[in-house]
């Protein structure tokens, strides 16, 4: 039996990138997957058409969950079209890199409400479900930047170390009704955004890592089938580095 047979899931900001990753490993073991895309139609389309095709429920919505009232129709929907959802992944997420003696408030707002903000929107959101069902396990993407800090991130790492306290909080409040709630967080990872860059600072980069390379979308993946699955039933309020051990 596949792990995630059964299981409902959804994952914000999957039409790419890690995101995506973690759409393809939930469907290749057996979940239903609901996912929500932004930018790009096509994308996002071309997604769901792909996870069909493995031979499950999929379903993309084009949904801002930094938008309270947005985010909670996005859950109605998932639930109305699935029947219920039993795992939530809060993935979306933007970066606005710059120094802070250069940041805007713009700047710094706009990566809190998009990090931060939708991830308390959709797990709000979805609460109530949850606890009806007595059941379920919330997936928050933090990054190492959360922990340690990075020059030139403060707004980034201001919402990813967010996200742990979030995390730790909810799992907290929410575990005598079934519910976990975990955080990963992925140091460097190989995605689309970092095909632009240089590949000698690349290299660097995989050479300060004890594991002499940069992680796949697909690690990152792995790691959220377990957490959505039922091996990790006793497994809440952690936070999961997958880092290659970036940060000790």
């Given amino acids: 039996m596949k792990l995630l047979e059964g299981k409902v899931a959804l994952i914000t900001g999957a039409s790419k990138g ?12 057996g979940a239903s997957v609901a996912f929500t895309y932004l930018s790009s139609v096509e ?44 795992v939530l992944v809060n993935n ?21 409400r998009v990090n931060l903000n939708s991830v308390f929107n959709t797990v709000k959101a979805a ?11 919330i997936i928050n993407m933090t990054s190492v930047v959360g922990i340690k800090g990075n020059a030139g991130q403060s707004n980034y790492a201001a ?3 967010g996200i742990i306290g979030f995390t730790k909080s909810i799992a907290q409040e929410l575990g005598s009704r079934g519910i976990r709630s975990n955080a990963i967080a992925p140091g460097f990872i190989k995605t689309e955004m970092t095909e632009v860059l240089d590949p000698k600072i690349v290299e660097a980069w995989e050479q300060g890592i004890p594991m002499k390379r940069a992680g796949k979308p697909e690690d990152v993946a792995d790691a959220c089938v377990f957490l959505a699955s039922d091996m990790s039933a006793y497994v809440s309020g952690q936070v ?3 880092d290659g051990a970036m940060l000790t």
């Fill in 159 to 161: 919402s990813k170390a």
């Fill in 240 to 242: 999961i580095q997958v």
């Fill in 92 to 112: 979306a997420g933007i970066t606005k890199d710059t120094l802070l003696m250069r940041m805007s408030e713009d700047q710094f707002n706009d990566v809190i």
């Fill in 127 to 137: 609460t109530r479900t949850f606890m009806k069902q007595k059941s379920g396990s």
């Fill in 43 to 86: 994308k996002g389309q071309a997604l769901e058409e792909e996870l069909k095709a493995q031979g499950v429920e999929a379903k993309g919505y084009r949904s801002d969950a930094s938008d309270m009232e947005a985010a909670q129709e996005l859950i109605d929907s998932v639930v109305k079209d699935f029947g219920k959802l039993d």
């Fill in 18 to 29: 890690i995101g995506k990753a973690i759409a393809q490993q939930f469907a290749a073991q």
